[in-house]
T-cell receptor, first 110, second 115 residues
Framework: DAKTTQPPSMDCAEGRAANLPCNHSTISGNEYVYWYRQIHSQGPQYIIHGLKNNETNEMASLIITEDRKSSTLILPHATLRDTAVYYCIVRVIGAQKLVFGQGTRLTINP | SQTIHQWPATLVQPVGSPLSLECTVEGTSNPNLYWYRQAAGRGLQLLFYSVGIGQISSEVPQNLSASRPQDRQFILSSKKLLLSDSGFYLC??????????????FGPGTRLTVL
């Protein structure tokens, strides 16, 4: 079973920042937070991951609360191509299995 | 850079027919390889993973099997397909376990419909 909770759907206007929340209240000290997204009929795309510090790459920023019980994925300037299902996953480095929950269906509106 | 290929992209097969799906990775050596299945409207289920040639671990019992004949080639097979085998099959690769490089990267997938 997934160890994360995400809202089933969200909307965001094109050009605005999209903030996707994730709750992982039972996360263990050695578990990382991973984010993937899946555009319709494509394979999941890795976005970003982190342990406890905030992370940023060319795609997004990941903000993890100090108690690590929740996190937020930020797409700074959403485009129509960012419409996808976004998955938040907690995982121990080296664990073979990724457990995907239902994710958040993000719709970017023009 | 690394790339992962899967074929075919789509497949329609009758019940009871055999199956062979192929996955290849370019631009890396000794990858860990994975097969996942995504049933309609559901999350991904890990089916098999491999940490080296000829080394296959199965996550769930089923009528599917996997093989790794070469370092960067992973094959998913079945002798007789069932209706319940329909789904979106995804291959993934990762680097060395225990390092930040063991993020899993997915291929484009194969959509299988069993009729």
């Amino acid at each position: 079973d997934a160890k994360t909770t995400q809202p089933p759907s969200m909307d965001c206007a094109e050009g605005r920042a999209a903030n996707l929340p994730c709750n992982h209240s039972t996360i263990s000290g050695n578990e990382y937070v991973y984010w993937y997204r899946q555009i319709h009929s494509q394979g999941p795309q890795y976005i970003i991951h982190g342990l406890k510090n905030n992370e940023t790459n060319e795609m997004a920023s990941l903000i993890i609360t100090e108690d690590r019980k929740s996190s937020t994925l930020i797409l700074p300037h959403a485009t129509l191509r960012d419409t996808a299902v976004y998955y938040c996953i907690v995982r121990v480095i080296g664990a073979q299995k990724l457990v995907f929950g239902q994710g958040t269906r993000l719709t970017i509106n023009p | 850079s690394q790339t992962i290929h899967q074929w075919p992209a789509t497949l329609v097969q009758p019940v009871g027919s055999p199956l062979s799906l192929e996955c290849t990775v370019e631009g890396t050596s000794n990858p860990n390889l994975y097969w996942y299945r995504q049933a309609a409207g559901r999350g991904l289920q890990l089916l098999f993973y491999s940490v080296g040639i000829g080394q296959i671990s199965s996550e769930v019992p089923q009528n599917l099997s996997a093989s790794r004949p070469q370092d960067r080639q992973f094959i998913l097979s079945s002798k007789k397909l069932l209706l319940s085998d329909s789904g979106f099959y995804l291959c993934a690769w990762s680097g060395i376990a225990g390092a930040r490089t063991d993020t899993q990267y997915f291929g484009p997938g194969t959509r299988l419909t069993v009729l």
